[in-house]
């Protein structure tokens, strides 16, 4: 039994413990439970296709497909979904929560209980695994954008009606906010925890930028996608940021962290995947305010001071990537040669098992 305030193992949310144990057959017998989890988590994909199906009206529904399936090979989908991790919960809040939002930017945000379904379940992802919570600002701040301020107010005070329960079990909790920096007070920085944000980021993106130059490469295209300005920017940011890096741990910052330090033993891969990182969130934010926001937010969230895990990220990024930026670019970059992103994902999930064998 864990105990609140006491239990260093209480890192997070029970939710997903708390609906698990309401369903006897399941809670009562472990290989039920691993079982039953697994099968449903292979429908989390086909969830994922629907809410596509939804942004991307102009787009042939097999390249969708495509994407959306990407999921069944990342690592932490597949670890969660055998071992019945309360990763997959979260995911199924977020994406119930990202179908409402889509339905209501499809409607012109003219259906006033769509706000409330879809501020519920981004409620119930934190309240399953807490980092969700960083996604609030951005849903909001389009909320603020689309409503009167009449309706804008409704919205806070029902905000924080559902998060009472939350605010109470941190209190009770401490820990919960705690526990991992109690022991590790200097693995990183803020600086460095961006910059391995961004490496992670380049992972999943680059093979949609290249998808998308495949599709439409010309002269007039490469100046536009190059522009001065943004490059002059991710120049500023990195280099502000690279002074300070350090990660002074070998558990955590990423793929392309362990890849350049383990097999290379330098920085210089990982600090080339960086600065191309900054420069792909930017490439496919839409030209809005609330689209900078949310990239902000995801460079900056995860950014504790602590451990910096891919699994954060997997297959959340993903999500998040084709629901909420730049619908044109993405549509221009998935719209063919959808085989470039199959092979690279095939590629790095192989790799990763071959590296971990030898």
Same mark, same amino acid.
């Given at each position: 039994?864990?105990?609140?305030?006491?239990?260093?193992?209480? %890192?997070?949310? #029970?939710?997903?413990?708390?609906?698990?144990?309401?369903?006897?057959?399941?809670?009562?017998? %472990?290989?039920?439970?691993? %079982?039953?989890?697994?099968?449903?988590?292979?429908?989390?994909?086909?969830? /994922?296709?629907?809410?596509?199906?939804?942004?991307?009206?102009?787009?042939?529904?097999?390249?969708?497909?495509?994407?959306?399936?990407?999921?069944?090979?990342?690592?932490?989908?597949?670890?969660?979904?055998?071992?019945?991790?309360?990763?997959?919960?979260?995911?199924?809040?977020?994406?119930?929560?990202?179908?409402?939002?889509?339905?209501?930017?499809?409607?012109?945000?003219?259906?006033?209980?769509? /706000?409330?379904?879809?501020?519920?379940?981004?409620?119930?992802?934190?309240?399953?695994?807490?980092?969700?919570?960083?996604?609030? #600002?951005?849903?909001? *701040?389009?909320?603020?954008?689309?409503?009167? @301020?009449?309706?804008?107010?409704?919205?806070?005070?029902?905000?924080?009606?559902?998060?009472?329960?939350?605010? *109470?079990?941190?209190?009770?909790?401490?820990? @919960?906010?705690?526990?991992?920096?109690?022991?590790?007070?200097?693995?990183?920085?803020?600086?460095?925890?961006?910059?391995?944000? !961004? !490496?992670?980021?380049?992972?999943?993106?680059?093979?949609?930028?290249?998808?998308? /130059? %495949?599709?439409?490469?010309?002269?007039?295209?490469?100046?536009?996608?190059?522009?001065?300005?943004?490059?002059?920017? &991710?120049?500023? &940011?990195? @280099?502000?940021?690279?002074?300070?890096? $350090?990660?002074?741990? !070998?558990?955590?910052?990423?793929?392309? $962290?362990?890849?350049?330090?383990?097999?290379?033993?330098?920085?210089?891969? *990982?600090?080339?995947?960086?600065?191309?990182?900054?420069?792909?969130?930017?490439?496919?934010?839409?030209?809005?305010?609330?689209?900078?926001?949310?990239?902000?937010?995801?460079?900056?969230?995860?950014?504790?001071?602590?451990?910096?895990?891919?699994?954060?990220?997997? #297959?959340?990024?993903?999500?998040?990537? /084709?629901?909420? *930026?730049?619908?044109?670019?993405?549509?221009? !970059?998935?719209?063919?040669?959808?085989?470039?992103?199959?092979?690279?994902?095939?590629?790095?999930?192989?790799? @990763?098992?071959?590296?971990?064998?030898?």
């Amino acid at each position: 039994m864990y105990e609140l305030g006491k239990d260093h193992k209480l %890192l997070n949310y #029970p939710l997903h413990h708390i609906i698990i144990s309401q369903i006897p057959i399941v809670s009562s017998n %472990l290989k039920v439970y691993l %079982l039953s989890y697994f099968l449903l988590s292979l429908t989390l994909p086909i969830y /994922f296709y629907r809410c596509l199906i939804i942004r991307f009206q102009n787009v042939e529904k097999i390249n969708l497909l495509g994407i959306a399936s990407i999921i069944y090979i990342l690592p932490a989908f597949q670890y969660s979904a055998i071992w019945g991790n309360t990763h997959i919960t979260g995911l199924f809040f977020l994406l119930t929560s990202i179908y409402f939002h889509l339905k209501l930017d499809k409607l012109n945000y003219n259906v006033s209980k769509y /706000f409330f379904w879809s501020l519920m379940f981004l409620a119930l992802a934190a309240y399953t695994k807490q980092f969700y919570v960083f996604l609030f #600002p951005f849903i909001l *701040f389009v909320y603020f954008k689309n409503t009167s @301020l009449i309706f804008f107010c409704k919205i806070l005070l029902f905000c924080l009606i559902i998060a009472l329960p939350g605010i *109470f079990f941190l209190i009770k909790n401490p820990i @919960l906010f705690t526990g991992l920096q109690a022991n590790h007070l200097d693995v990183t920085n803020f600086s460095s925890a961006v910059l391995i944000i !961004s !490496s992670m980021v380049f992972l999943y993106t680059v093979p949609i930028f290249i998808q998308y /130059f %495949l599709n439409n490469f010309n002269k007039d295209n490469f100046v536009k996608v190059f522009n001065f300005k943004q490059i002059i920017l &991710v120049v500023f &940011v990195f @280099l502000l940021f690279n002074n300070f890096f $350090y990660y002074n741990s !070998s558990v955590g910052g990423g793929v392309i $962290y362990k890849i350049s330090n383990i097999i290379f033993s330098t920085n210089l891969i *990982f600090f080339i995947c960086s600065f191309f990182g900054l420069f792909l969130i930017l490439f496919y934010s839409k030209n809005s305010l609330s689209n900078w926001l949310l990239s902000l937010l995801l460079l900056i969230s995860f950014s504790t001071g602590i451990f910096i895990f891919q699994k954060y990220l997997e #297959p959340m990024f993903w999500i998040l990537f /084709f629901v909420f *930026f730049d619908r044109r670019k993405i549509e221009e !970059s998935i719209s063919k040669n959808g085989w470039l992103v199959i092979l690279y994902f095939s590629t790095y999930y192989i790799g @990763l098992n071959l590296y971990i064998k030898f």
